[in-house]
C-alpha cells in the first residue's frame, strides 16, 4: 500500500468518540483513488470483478461489490453514517420507509408469530400490519400508544415483536421506549422503534433499549423533499445475517441516486431539527392560542400529556410537526372548516410529505389515514377536524399569517 493510498483509507477510519454533528458529515466509505471530499455517487448495476476465483468467493459470501440490487459504495456510505448517528452498530437501506418495515417483518418473523403495535401509527404502517401480513398468517393486536398496561395485557406466548412510533403521526403521542424494550425483552420478544419523527438527532431509541430502529428517510433524513428512501439500523448480527439475505433476494434496494440525495441530506440534518423544532415551538403556542382552535398536539407544549418524556427521550426538543384540532359540531361541519383553513393558504404547501424545508399542510383523515376505516380512524382519534402541519424554514411569521388567512375566516367559510 502506498503512502497516498494509506492516507486516503485514513480519512474513514474516524476516531472514536466523535459526536453526532461531526459523524453526519464524515461517517463513509474511504475515498476512491481521487481523493473527492464530497462523498461519490456510483451509478452502476454491476461491479468487474478481477478474475472468476475472486467472483465466485465474493458472490458466495456476500462481501464487497457484486451486483447492485446487494450492495453498491454510495448505499453502503449512506448505512455507515446513519448506523454512526444512531449509535448502531450496522444500517441496511430501503427504497422506501414502509419496505423497511416489511424487511423487518419478512425477516423477523413467520407465520403464526404476533405483533404489538400502537394503534395511533400512521395509517399505511396499520394497513400493513393489520391487512397485508395477515394473510401470511401474521397476527398484529393494536393498542394504545401510551398505556403500558395495554401493551403488557396484548402479550402472548407467540409474541416475537413490539412496533412503536414515537412520536406518533399525526397526533405525536409519546411512547416510553426504555420501558416498552424492558416489556418486550422480558417477553422474549424484540422492539423496533419508527424514529423518523425525530431521527437521530433528537432521539437515539437503540440508547434506550430498543433492539431495530426503523426510517422513512424520505422525510427529516433528505430534508428536501427530493427521493424515497428507508432504513433499518441495528445489531451487525441482524443486519447483516438477518435483514441483508431478504433484501438481496427480494430486492427493495435503494436507488444510489436516492442514496446519495439522503447522504447529503444528512450533513444538515441537526442544524435543520433544531431550527425546524424551534419554529414548531413557536407555531403550536401561537395556535394553542387562537379561539378556533380546540386543541394542540406538540410533544414541546407543556399542555402535551407525555410532555416530560418527550423533553427526556427527545433531546428537549418537540419535533418539527405539529398537529390541531378545530372545533366542529359534526364530523361534516369540522371537515369543512379543515379544508377551508388548507384551501385559505397561500403559502403552505398542500402535500402528505413531513420533514421538508418547506411547511406542509394536509389533512390526515382523507390522506394519509384515507384508506383506514372509520373505526380504525376513530381508534387511533384522526377526526375530520383534525389537521397536520409540517413546519419549515420559512420566516415562522409568514407560517402563522397563512395559517390566520383561513382560521380567522372561519365564521364565513
Not at 90 to 118: E, N, P, Y
Not at 150 to 179: G, H, M, Q, S, Y
Not at 205 to 232: I, Y
Not at 240 to 254: K, S
Amino acid at each position: 500500500m502506498g503512502d497516498d493510498e494509506a492516507r486516503r483509507i485514513a480519512r474513514a477510519q474516524l476516531p472514536d468518540g466523535l459526536r453526532p454533528e461531526t459523524l453526519a458529515v464524515r461517517a463513509a466509505l474511504a475515498p476512491s483513488q481521487h481523493g473527492e471530499n464530497s462523498e461519490a455517487l456510483f451509478l452502476t448495476s454491476s461491479f468487474v470483478q478481477p478474475d472468476a476465483a475472486t467472483s465466485a468467493r465474493r458472490f458466495a459470501q456476500m462481501e464487497d461489490f457484486t451486483y447492485a440490487r446487494t450492495s453498491n459504495p454510495t448505499v453502503r456510505s449512506l448505512e455507515m453514517r446513519l448506523a454512526a448517528m444512531e449509535g448502531a452498530e450496522a444500517a441496511i437501506a430501503t427504497s422506501t420507509g414502509m419496505s423497511a418495515i416489511l424487511l423487518l417483518v419478512m425477516g423477523l418473523l413467520k407465520s403464526g408469530d404476533h405483533v404489538i403495535c400502537s394503534r395511533s401509527v400512521f395509517g399505511s404502517t396499520i394497513g400493513l400490519f393489520a391487512k397485508e401480513f395477515g394473510k401470511f398468517g401474521v397476527e398484529t393486536s393494536f393498542v394504545s400508544q401510551t398505556d403500558l398496561a395495554e401493551w403488557r395485557a396484548a402479550l402472548r406466548p407467540t409474541t416475537k415483536l413490539l412496533f412503536a412510533e414515537t412520536p406518533t403521526n399525526p397526533l405525536t403521542e409519546v411512547c416510553d421506549i426504555a420501558a416498552l424494550a424492558e416489556l418486550a425483552h422480558g417477553a422474549g420478544a424484540r422492539l423496533a422503534v419508527d424514529n423518523t419523527f425525530c431521527s437521530p438527532a433528537l432521539q437515539r431509541p437503540l440508547a434506550l433499549g430498543a433492539d431495530v430502529v426503523m426510517h422513512a428517510a424520505t422525510k427529516h433524513l433528505d430534508g428536501q423533499g427530493r427521493v424515497m428512501a428507508g432504513a433499518l439500523c441495528g445489531s451487525r448480527q441482524l443486519i447483516n445475517e438477518v435483514f441483508a439475505p431478504v433484501l438481496r433476494t427480494v430486492g427493495m434496494t435503494l436507488a444510489p441516486f436516492n442514496a446519495w440525495v439522503v447522504l447529503k441530506g444528512l450533513e444538515t440534518l441537526s442544524l435543520r431539527m433544531k431550527a425546524q423544532s424551534e419554529q414548531a415551538l413557536t407555531v403550536a403556542r401561537w395556535l394553542e392560542a387562537r379561539p378556533e382552535v380546540a386543541r394542540v398536539h406538540y410533544p414541546g407544549l407543556e399542555s402535551h400529556p407525555q410532555h416530560d418524556l418527550a423533553m427526556r427521550q427527545q433531546s428537549g426538543l418537540g419535533g418539527t410537526v405539529v398537529t390541531f384540532d378545530l372545533h366542529g359540531e359534526t364530523p361534516e361541519a369540522a371537515r369543512a372548516a379543515a379544508y377551508h383553513v388548507i384551501d385559505s393558504t397561500r403559502v403552505l404547501s398542500i402535500a402528505t410529505n413531513l420533514g421538508d424545508t418547506k411547511s406542509i399542510f394536509t389533512h390526515p383523515a382523507t390522506t394519509s389515514h384515507g384508506r383506514l376505516t372509520d373505526a380504525q380512524r376513530d381508534a387511533a382519534g384522526i377526526s375530520q377536524g383534525l389537521l397536520r402541519l409540517s413546519v419549515g424554514l420559512e420566516h415562522v411569521d409568514d407560517i402563522t399569517d397563512d395559517l390566520l388567512r383561513g382560521l380567522s375566516t372561519l365564521n364565513r367559510a
